[in-house]
C-alpha cells in the first residue's frame, strides 16, 4: 500500500512543484519582495528562479521560465539580471524560456519579442564584463551594447547570444549556435564555425 501512496506521489510531485513556485513568485511579487520587478499578467515560473539587480526586470504576460518535463527542472534555475540601474531586461508576452537560463544585462538593454520559444541552456549577455585590450582588462572602462530578439522566434538549445545582436522575426537559431553578428528576419542559422544562413521559406 505504501508504494502505491508513494509511486503516486510521484506522479504528481512535478504538479505539486511547478504550482508551488508560480504562486510562491506571484505572493513575493505583491509583497513587493522583487525591487525593480515589474510583472504583468500571468508569468509561469516552473524552475526555480534567481532575479538579480539594480535595474529593471519586465516579464510579460503569458511568458514561462522553465519547462516540465525537460532537464534540470528541480536542480538548475533560470537567472535573470538587469545589473546596473540603467540595465533592463524585457521578456515579452507568451515568450516560453526553457531550463538553466542566463540572461544579463550589464548596462544596457536585452529584450525578447513575444511568441518566442528558447531551448534550454540559453546564454545571452549585452556585454564583455572586461574590456578587451590586455592593458584594460581589470577594469571597469567598457561599453555595452543592446541585445534584440525579435517576435516569434525560436532559438534551440544550448545557444549563445552575444552583445549587440539583433535577431529578425520568425528567425530559427540552431542548437549550439554562437551569435555574434545581427540575423535578418526568416532565416534559418545553422551552427558551425562560420554562421550559415537558410532560407526559411
Known sequence: MFHHYLFKFKKIRPLITIKYRTLCFHFLYRLGWFQNVFCSGNVRVIQSLNLQGKGLIRLSDGCMLGVYPSANIYNGECYLEARSASATVDIGQQVYINNDAIIIADKSSISIGDNTLIGPRFICFDSNFHPLHPDKRLSSDYSCKPVRIGRNVFIGANVTVLQGVNI??????????????????????????????????
Request: hydrophobic share 50%.
Open 168 to 201: 529578425g522575426d520568425n528567425s530559427v537559431i540552431g542548437a549550439g549556435s554562437v551569435i555574434s553578428q545581427d540575423i535578418p528576419a526568416n532565416v534559418i542559422v545553422k551552427a558551425g564555425l562560420e554562421l550559415a544562413f537558410f532560407d526559411l521559406k
